[in-house]
């Protein structure tokens, strides 16, 4: 089954206050840790986000469009990137999580993959 881990950081949680040789260390682990799980068959895919302020939030409502720079909720925390996985079930996919260096510095909600298939109108 996927499962999507999503990484959650803090401002005050992130790579900013490292050295760049520590900064260097911490990622090289991240990708360390993502070939890791290539070779076990669990990692699907993984992206880092940019920070909060690049974003825009867009809305559709009664047929018009609402762009929103940024996140559209004020917290402490935002979302800073993904890791998709595979794994035999919740426990085994939140074993993976704890192997993310990034819950360290923040946390990973780890969330299965809905599966949407098409569907015949009701009549």
Same mark, same amino acid.
């Given at each position: 089954? !996927?499962? $999507?881990?999503?990484?959650? #950081?803090?401002? @005050?949680?992130?790579?900013?206050?490292?050295?760049?040789?520590?900064? *260097?260390?911490?990622?090289? @682990? $991240?990708?360390?840790?993502?070939?890791?799980? +290539?070779? &076990?068959?669990?990692?699907?895919?993984?992206?880092?986000?940019? #920070?909060?302020? &690049?974003?825009? /939030? $867009?809305?559709?409502? !009664?047929?018009?469009?609402?762009? /929103?720079?940024?996140?559209?909720?004020? /917290? !402490? @925390?935002?979302?800073?990137? #993904?890791?998709?996985?595979?794994?035999?079930?919740?426990?085994?996919?939140?074993?993976? *999580?704890? /192997?993310?260096?990034?819950? +360290?510095?923040?946390? $990973?909600?780890?969330?299965?993959?809905? +599966?949407?298939? +098409?569907?015949?109108?009701?009549?």
């Amino acid at each position: 089954m !996927k499962y $999507v881990c999503l990484i959650y #950081l803090d401002d @005050e949680h992130h790579l900013d206050p490292y050295s760049d040789a520590e900064r *260097a260390a911490f990622i090289n @682990e $991240v990708l360390d840790n993502d070939e890791a799980l +290539r070779r &076990s068959g669990n990692w699907l895919d993984a992206h880092a986000l940019e #920070l909060p302020k &690049s974003a825009a /939030t $867009v809305r559709v409502r !009664k047929g018009g469009l609402s762009v /929103t720079d940024g996140p559209f909720i004020e /917290t !402490k @925390e935002h979302l800073s990137g #993904l890791v998709v996985i595979e794994a035999r079930d919740l426990n085994d996919a939140i074993r993976i *999580a704890g /192997t993310i260096p990034m819950a +360290r510095l923040g946390a $990973v909600e780890v969330r299965p993959v809905k +599966r949407v298939e +098409r569907r015949d109108a009701v009549a």
